[in-house]
């Protein structure tokens, strides 16, 4: 028996229920997206390298972590015993300019004087094993002085990128590399670096248990199971660059010259990971470490290597903290679409910070001033390029996010999925050769941006190159 039509009060009871239907679903789709933050805010996973007092650059950037902070110990104590503070002041000025805007600084610590060096001559390390308790004796003492007020400082580094070996320097004090490497150990000399850590990272804690004290800044040069005969190759120039078991200092720091506990003697995994433009547009990687465009951003296979040599000596990965104190793109042969690549390299350096759960990555170089200056988000006068942007606006909607996982939309495409501090579902994705592709979206945006933040319209299928901040409602 069929149903009888619906009374005429109910048919336009129905008419007018269908009208306010569409009118609220019009004006929801027609409400702005609810602003990120207008206020001064520093984004907690984005760090900047650049010597000198620039609170109010790193307010700019939207950037919470500094590197670029060093105390050079030759200087302060160059008789044991005898301490120059004064040595101190162009630093503790700069940590007062940092501390007034709420930036982090990592404060490296480096440089032996000549009456502590294992190696004559060389200030980049190793140290005499004699001297470590004086070591010990200066990082108590200088612990007290900066983690107090007004400094504050909580995060402290043990030289930088000591994996090398001293014999590869041309300079023996060179100012940018460290020098524990040991070509004549199957660890490269990580153990004598564990053992000094084992003499300071109690100390250190002594002097206040807040304070987090990271490895020096590893080069980790390639991964132990792609490191060949001659060594690591140097994507400068293609030739070989350091000892094959230079990949094996991290395992040395760990195995500690057969204790097996070196993991006690630090908080944070710190490492440089710098991909290499592959020679044409969008396309990177480091074939030391087989990542490719394709892959993402170094610092997820390295993350994952430091991980996995925890876990191998039964010490949980999630005990530690993981944080890249140099990441970046870089380019010295075919640099053709480099700079195009560039851009939507910073976008994914970040998305993949948040994905793998670092600490921060501090990106390197700030100015063109620096070595690498052509991907400084500084020209030489330390004026933003228009690629500071692109840093902005990434600090901007990845403040505070919640990485949700990694996404391929469709035709090669590669993107990671988020929620946004104030609830709404955020992708980031991009084309790895940046040719325009659309990106088949699961339902209307509410906003989509260019990686400089520029609104494009929200179409149901916008064309990705670069990259996009795609926003849902």
């Known amino acids: 028996m069929s149903k009888p039509p619906p009374a005429p009060h109910k048919l336009t009871y129905l008419l007018l229920l269908g009208v306010l239907l569409a009118i609220w679903r019009f004006a929801s789709r027609a409400q702005p997206v609810p602003a990120m933050p207008t206020d001064t805010f520093l984004n907690e996973r984005f760090g900047a390298f650049f010597y000198g007092s620039s609170g109010q650059l790193f307010e700019t950037l939207h950037a919470q972590w500094h590197s670029g902070n060093v105390v050079d110990w030759a200087a302060v104590e160059p008789v044991q015993g005898v301490r120059h503070w004064e040595q101190l002041a162009g630093l503790e000025s700069q940590l007062l300019a940092h501390q007034a805007v709420g930036v982090t600084p990592i404060v490296r610590v480096w440089e032996a004087p000549e009456w502590a060096q294992a190696v004559d001559g060389y200030d980049c390390g190793p140290l005499e094993p004699s001297k ?21 400082v909580r995060y402290i580094e043990l030289w930088n990128e000591p994996d090398l070996d001293p014999a590869l320097l041309p300079d023996p004090n060179n100012g940018y590399w460290g020098c524990w490497g040991n070509a004549a150990d199957p660890y490269y000399g990580g153990g004598a670096y564990g ?223 988020f929620r946004t501090a104030n609830g709404r579902e955020l992708w980031l994705v991009w084309s790895p050769t940046i040719t325009p592709t659309p990106v088949h979206l699961p339902r209307p945006p509410a906003q989509v941006t260019t990686l400089t933040g520029e609104a494009l319209p929200a179409e149901q299928d916008p064309m990705v190159g670069t990259g996009l901040f795609v926003v849902f409602r």
């Open 132 to 152: 470590l308790e004086a070591f010990g004796d200066f990082m108590y003492d200088l612990t007290v002085r900066l983690s107090a007020p007004p400094y504050n």
């Open 195 to 417: 053992e000094m850590l084992a003499v300071v990272y109690p100390r250190i804690k002594q002097a206040n248990p807040a304070v987090q004290v990271l490895i020096g800044g590893l080069m980790a040069p390639c991964h132990p199971q792609i490191a060949t005969s001659q060594g690591c190759i140097n994507n400068m120039d293609g030739s070989p660059l350091l000892h094959p078991q230079a990949s094996q200092f991290f395992a040395g720091i760990l195995q500690r010259n057969g204790k097996r506990d070196g993991a006690q003697y630090f908080d944070v995994v710190n490492f440089h990971a710098y991909d290499f433009y592959g020679g044409s547009a969008g396309q990177y990687g480091d074939p030391n470490w087989g990542s490719t465009a394709q892959t993402g951003a170094l610092i997820l296979q390295k993350t994952a290597y430091f991980r996995e040599a925890l876990g191998v000596l039964g010490v949980n990965p999630l005990s530690k903290q993981y944080l890249a104190s140099e990441a970046s793109l870089l380019c010295f042969r075919a640099c053709d679409g480099y700079e195009a690549t560039l851009p939507s390299y910073i976008a994914q350096l970040y998305g993949a910070t948040y994905a793998t759960h670092l600490t921060a990555s501090v990106y390197f170089p700030l100015s063109a001033s620096a070595d690498f200056g052509m991907a400084a988000l500084l020209d030489s006068q330390n004026q933003a390029k228009p690629l500071a942007q692109v840093y902005v606006h990434s600090a901007t909607l990845l403040y505070q996010a919640e990485f949700l996982e990694p996404i391929v939309p469709a035709d090669g495409l590669r993107g990671y999925r």
